[in-house]
């Protein structure tokens, strides 16, 4: 069976026109084919459908990235190809945390080129000895995806570079993003090949593939589905700057769960989101959230860790030992100060190298004494800006040796030449201190190899018995892992005397206080490896999908505009057809419509009705069936001058504590309020911050004050209501009042006053008048709306309603609602009421009446 989920507009769009069978098809939990999905008549596997959850016990994840943890060579006999697993790959590594009860298959590229003719042996091969499935990119495709749109456009814009000019970076090249959306519609493809939507869970990895979460929701819109970047995630400030800035934001809220190695990245996501796409996030019981469309899309931080086991089986090794001994020897009597980079623009080691320059300048005790072994692995990048450190490392070290090296010492040994993992082991278990100082780094792993390589084991300390474990830790303040290594040394790496003082008061600092620190680091590094960072991101995984059978899913939208709209089972589109067939067949009806965003055009400055609204409410208040009431939080001077051309609408004002059943009735307060002495203690209050906040306001009322922010900057806006609600609700702890903040405002009134005050008042009053409601229609789009919507959802069980009543409680957008019904928008409402108006009008030239019905002759 073909899940329903195919057929959405996005797939129309294609031109991908589903075809459903009679027939149950089911596709294999594997398909045997690459690039295909084989049909295979058999009740023992899984349908692809996304609307009925499987039998199948076992969980299964599916692990996409940029590259399979494979390494590949071909063999020069018989032309074949060699496959094996990469040891040093996360991918793999991650595998320990998910338990063994879990299948995992892989998703991505391999690292070599396979030819055509070749493809189909490799995959099949890769499927069933390695549970891989490999993307195969035509090379001219993967050269525009990763080294240009990848390495060209988010690497750098996401370490903070902008492309000013075409050396940094170079400008946005649109050639090159279609590209990478063609790579991740390709992955998109190979996840089909092997997804079961109801069981799998599928777990996307980093910045290769952000646009991948859209393409598979698509297909399956419950897809169970995890993204992590591994990448910093820039301030908005920065990532604005992109040209295609809101298609991977909405890509990647197709995801159930976003991943993240801080708060910070986590906290630009955010901002990001609030600024471009204006949406709010909540923090519950721990847990962040983002509300879209309905579903909620988690947030979680969590540094990644190392694989322990991997190092401690690397430390046993014999040849770890020998090259230990062999490093000691060489630098007998020295001090051994260790860094380990990648030779790109970001890793900052001319920046190191000049810290060490400074710090034998200044501390010329050291020269002799005092070590810099620079490891420097190949670059991932390419281009002259990695000529350009490269050349800078070079020049910068052969001054340093040139001025302050002496016949068998050199203060600085570049090692640029690839060394064996057991080696650059070896150098970790000998250095007193490890320096990183990254200028911008999504999290770097070294410091954590480090510290497990300093513990050493039993082999290892029978070089040195007596010696303690002790490490020291020089951080840049700007890489990933720094918040985790609380006892390290945190340093500015643009700040070279900053640098060279940390280096020296690691070299000075007492061997009890080193050890305190490694153990401290010790601790944390061994508590939380990569399997329990696997493990705890499958968890909440879990957790975020557990809601994906209990709510309706649909797909709305086009290209990468696609998203899935998620509602509750009993929560639906309110039918015209159905409304206009229940509005005939009635006779008392109570209709309740909020004015401020549902009347009134939310995209215009202007707050005056227009002509059309107004013909509308008078064409419906003219049926002597109708009662009609409009809710607003304006004061009653205003909504009075606004539709004293309405004489028989009911108006509620200022939230429901005035109100005025007809144009020639006098107003009236729903509650009894005996003064408003709490105004001035609130007032000042509200003006402090008005002075402070650029874009806010003060709206005095009648019955209470608010303060609006909707034209300040959403953040500072966000952040000074918070802060006034907590001053507020100090201030006037002993006042009978409500401090509540709402969309863009934060308002004070006195206690129970809400909008529920007037669907009460109505219901009440057309029952005391014998006009016992057996239609009632009450429409609002905010928070305040849903004081009405609980009144009269509550009413259905009461003896103000006819039992055969049809009720309609309604919100504007599809969002979580009391109500039970929701529209798209303004314009929605004032087409259905213009159809409802019509009837009104037709059924009156049928049968007229004498005289209009109202609430209070």
């Given at each position: 069976?073909?899940?329903?989920?195919?057929?959405?507009?996005?797939?129309?769009?294609?031109?991908?026109?589903?075809?459903?069978?009679?027939?149950?098809?089911?596709?294999?939990?594997v398909?045997?084919?690459?690039?295909?999905?084989?049909?295979?008549?058999?009740?023992?596997?899984?349908?692809?459908?996304?609307?009925?959850?499987?039998?199948?016990?076992?969980?299964?994840?599916?692990?996409?990235?940029?590259?399979?943890?494979?390494?590949?060579?071909?063999n020069?006999?018989d032309?074949?190809w060699?496959?094996?697993?990469?040891?040093?790959?996360?991918?793999?590594?991650?595998?320990?945390?998910?338990?063994?009860?879990?299948?995992?298959?892989?998703?991505g590229?391999?690292?070599?080129?396979?030819?055509?003719?070749?493809?189909?042996?490799?995959?099949?091969?890769?499927?069933e000895?390695?549970?891989?499935?490999?993307?195969?990119?035509?090379?001219?495709?993967?050269?525009?995806?990763?080294?240009?749109?990848?390495?060209?456009?988010?690497?750098?814009?996401?370490?903070?570079?902008?492309?000013?000019?075409?050396?940094?970076?170079?400008?946005?090249?649109?050639?090159?993003?279609?590209?990478?959306?063609?790579?991740?519609?390709?992955?998109?493809?190979?996840?089909?090949?092997?997804?079961?939507?109801?069981?799998?869970?599928?777990?996307?990895?980093?910045?290769?593939?952000?646009?991948?979460?859209?393409?598979?929701?698509?297909?399956?819109?419950?897809?169970?589905?995890?993204?992590?970047?591994?990448?910093?995630?820039?301030?908005?400030?920065?990532?604005?700057?992109?040209?295609?800035?809101?298609?991977?934001?909405?890509?990647?809220?197709?995801?159930?769960?976003i991943?993240?190695?801080?708060?910070?990245y986590?906290?630009?996501?955010?901002?990001?989101?609030?600024?471009?796409?204006?949406?709010?996030?909540?923090?519950?019981?721990?847990?962040?959230?983002?509300?879209?469309?309905?579903?909620?899309?988690?947030?979680?931080?969590?540094?990644?860790?190392?694989?322990?086991?991997?190092?401690?089986?690397?430390?046993?090794?014999?040849?770890?030992?020998?090259?230990?001994?062999?490093?000691?020897?060489?630098?007998?009597?020295?001090?051994?100060?260790?860094?380990?980079?990648?030779?790109?623009?970001?890793?900052?080691?001319?920046?190191?190298?000049?810290?060490?320059?400074?710090?034998?300048?200044?501390?010329?005790?050291?020269?002799?004494?005092?070590?810099?072994?620079?490891?420097?692995?190949?670059?991932?990048?390419?281009?002259?800006?990695?000529?350009?450190?490269?050349?800078?490392?070079?020049?910068?070290?052969?001054?340093?040796?040139?001025?302050?090296?002496?016949?068998?010492?050199?203060?600085?040994?570049?090692?640029?030449?690839?060394?064996?993992?057991?080696?650059r082991?070896?150098?970790?278990?000998?250095?007193?201190?490890?320096?990183?100082?990254?200028?911008?780094?999504?999290?770097?792993?070294?410091?954590?190899?480090?510290?497990i390589?300093?513990?050493?084991?039993?082999?290892?300390?029978?070089?040195?018995?007596?010696?303690?474990?002790?490490?020291?830790?020089?951080?840049?303040?700007?890489?990933?892992?720094?918040?985790?290594?609380?006892?390290?040394?945190?340093?500015?790496?643009?700040?070279?005397?900053?640098?060279?003082?940390?280096?020296?008061?690691?070299?000075?600092?007492?061997?009890?206080?080193?050890?305190?620190?490694?153990?401290?680091?010790?601790?944390?590094?061994?508590?939380?490896?990569?399997?329990?960072w696997?493990?705890?991101?499958?968890?909440?995984?879990?957790?975020?999908?557990?809601?994906?059978?209990?709510?309706?899913?649909?797909?709305?939208?086009?290209?990468?505009?696609?998203?899935?709209?998620?509602?509750?089972?009993?929560?639906?589109?309110?039918?015209?057809?159905?409304?206009?067939?229940?509005?005939?067949r009635?006779?008392?009806?109570?209709?309740?419509?909020?004015?401020?965003?549902?009347?009134?055009?939310?995209?215009?400055?202007?707050?005056?009705?227009?002509?059309?609204?107004?013909?509308?409410?008078?064409?419906?208040?003219?049926?002597?069936?109708?009662?009609v009431?409009?809710?607003?939080?304006?004061?009653?001077?205003?909504?009075?001058?606004?539709?004293?051309?309405?004489?028989?609408?009911?108006?509620?004002?200022?939230?429901?504590?005035?109100?005025?059943?007809?144009?020639?009735?006098?107003?009236?307060?729903?509650?009894?309020?005996?003064?408003?002495?709490?105004?001035?203690?609130?007032?000042?209050?509200?003006?402090?911050?008005?002075?402070?906040?650029?874009?806010?306001?003060?709206?005095?009322?009648?019955?209470?004050?608010?303060w609006?922010?909707?034209?300040?900057?959403?953040?500072?806006?966000?952040?000074?209501a918070?802060?006034?609600?907590?001053h507020?609700?100090?201030?006037?702890?002993?006042?009978?009042?409500?401090?509540?903040?709402?969309?863009?405002?934060?308002?004070?009134?006195?206690?129970?006053v809400?909008?529920?005050?007037?669907?009460?008042?109505?219901?009440?009053?057309?029952?005391?008048?014998?006009?016992?409601?057996?239609?009632?229609?009450?429409?609002?789009?905010?928070?305040?709306?849903?004081?009405?919507?609980?009144?009269?959802?509550?009413?259905?069980?009461?003896?103000?309603?006819?039992?055969?009543?049809?009720?309609?409680?309604?919100t504007?957008?599809?969002?979580?609602?009391?109500?039970?019904?929701?529209?798209?928008?303004?314009?929605?409402?004032?087409?259905?009421?213009?159809?409802?108006?019509?009837?009104?009008?037709?059924?009156?030239?049928?049968?007229?009446?004498?005289?209009?019905?109202?609430?209070?002759?």
């Amino acid at each position: 069976m073909v899940s329903r989920s195919y057929s959405n507009l996005l797939d129309l769009a294609y031109g991908g026109t589903p075809t459903l069978s009679q027939e149950k098809k089911r596709f294999p939990r594997v398909a045997t084919v690459p690039g295909l999905l084989s049909e295979v008549e058999d009740d023992n596997c899984n349908s692809v459908s996304s609307d009925a959850p499987s039998s199948v016990s076992q969980e299964r994840m599916i692990i996409v990235g940029n590259q399979l943890p494979l390494r590949a060579h071909q063999n020069t006999d018989d032309e074949g190809w060699c496959f094996s697993w990469d040891e040093d790959s996360l991918l793999l590594q991650l595998k320990d945390g998910l338990g063994e009860d879990v299948e995992v298959i892989y998703v991505g590229c391999l690292k070599e080129e396979v030819p055509p003719n070749e493809q189909d042996d490799v995959a099949q091969t890769l499927l069933e000895t390695f549970k891989c499935v490999p993307a195969f990119l035509p090379p001219e495709l993967f050269t525009k995806f990763y080294h240009g749109f990848c390495k060209q456009h988010l690497w750098p814009l996401f370490h903070y570079m902008l492309p000013l000019s075409p050396d940094l970076g170079g400008r946005f090249d649109r050639s090159l993003w279609q590209a990478y959306v063609s790579v991740n519609k390709i992955f998109a493809d190979k996840v089909m090949e092997v997804i079961n939507p109801d069981d799998d869970y599928v777990w996307v990895h980093d910045y290769h593939l952000m646009v991948l979460p859209t393409f598979l929701r698509k297909r399956f819109n419950r897809v169970k589905l995890g993204f992590f970047l591994h990448s910093p995630f820039p301030s908005s400030e920065i990532y604005r700057t992109l040209p295609v800035r809101e298609e991977l934001l909405r890509a990647l809220l197709n995801s159930d769960l976003i991943g993240f190695h801080t708060f910070d990245y986590a906290r630009h996501f955010l901002t990001c989101c609030s600024r471009m796409l204006g949406l709010s996030y909540q923090s519950k019981r721990g847990y962040i959230g983002l509300e879209y469309y309905g579903r909620t899309v988690s947030i979680k931080i969590l540094p990644v860790g190392i694989h322990i086991g991997q190092l401690q089986s690397v430390l046993n090794l014999p040849e770890t030992e020998s090259k230990v001994a062999e490093l000691r020897n060489k630098f007998r009597g020295q001090t051994v100060m260790l860094g380990v980079d990648d030779m790109d623009i970001f890793k900052g080691i001319s920046l190191k190298l000049l810290a060490m320059e400074q710090l034998l300048m200044q501390h010329t005790e050291n020269a002799g004494q005092v070590v810099l072994v620079q490891i420097a692995n190949p670059a991932r990048g390419r281009g002259r800006d990695v000529e350009e450190v490269r050349s800078e490392a070079y020049a910068t070290v052969k001054r340093i040796n040139n001025a302050f090296g002496r016949p068998g010492y050199d203060p600085v040994v570049l090692i640029d030449t690839p060394l064996q993992f057991y080696e650059r082991i070896a150098y970790y278990v000998i250095a007193e201190c490890c320096l990183v100082t990254a200028v911008r780094d999504g999290m770097n792993l070294i410091p954590y190899e480090y510290i497990i390589c300093r513990q050493g084991n039993e082999k290892l300390d029978r070089l040195n018995p007596l010696e303690p474990k002790r490490s020291m830790l020089v951080v840049s303040e700007f890489i990933g892992c720094s918040p985790s290594l609380s006892g390290a040394i945190r340093v500015n790496p643009w700040n070279i005397d900053a640098v060279a003082d940390a280096m020296d008061s690691a070299l000075i600092l007492s061997e009890a206080e080193k050890q305190l620190r490694h153990e401290k680091h010790y601790r944390y590094v061994s508590t939380h490896d990569v399997a329990y960072w696997a493990r705890s991101f499958l968890q909440d995984l879990e957790r975020a999908c557990g809601d994906h059978l209990r709510k309706r899913c649909w797909g709305i939208g086009f290209g990468l505009g696609f998203r899935v709209v998620a509602m509750d089972p009993n929560f639906r589109k309110l039918s015209v057809e159905h409304i206009v067939a229940a509005y005939k067949r009635t006779k008392n009806r109570a209709i309740l419509l909020d004015y401020d965003s549902t009347l009134l055009l939310t995209s215009s400055l202007s707050t005056i009705p227009n002509v059309e609204a107004v013909g509308i409410l008078n064409n419906l208040c003219r049926d002597p069936k109708n009662v009609v009431f409009l809710v607003s939080a304006k004061d009653r001077k205003t909504l009075t001058e606004w539709f004293s051309c309405c004489e028989k609408l009911g108006i509620a004002a200022e939230n429901g504590y005035f109100i005025r059943p007809k144009h020639d009735a006098d107003w009236e307060t729903c509650i009894s309020v005996p003064d408003f002495d709490w105004k001035q203690i609130a007032e000042p209050v509200m003006k402090l911050y008005t002075e402070t906040t650029d874009g806010s306001a003060i709206e005095t009322k009648e019955s209470s004050l608010v303060w609006n922010y909707r034209d300040a900057d959403p953040d500072f806006g966000f952040c000074q209501a918070k802060e006034l609600l907590d001053h507020l609700e100090s201030v006037l702890a002993n006042e009978p009042v409500l401090v509540k903040s709402g969309q863009h405002i934060v308002e004070v009134k006195p206690q129970g006053v809400n909008k529920g005050l007037v669907a009460e008042h109505l219901l009440v009053t057309m029952k005391q008048k014998g006009m016992l409601p057996d239609f009632v229609l009450c429409i609002g789009d905010d928070r305040s709306d849903e004081d009405m919507f609980e009144v009269i959802m509550r009413a259905t069980a009461g003896p103000y309603l006819s039992p055969v009543a049809d009720v309609f409680a309604c919100t504007v957008g599809q969002k979580c609602s009391k109500a039970k019904y929701y529209v798209e928008d303004r314009t929605e409402i004032l087409r259905m009421f213009q159809v409802l108006a019509n009837a009104s009008e037709h059924a009156s030239k049928i049968a007229p009446r004498p005289s209009n019905r109202a609430i209070i002759d």
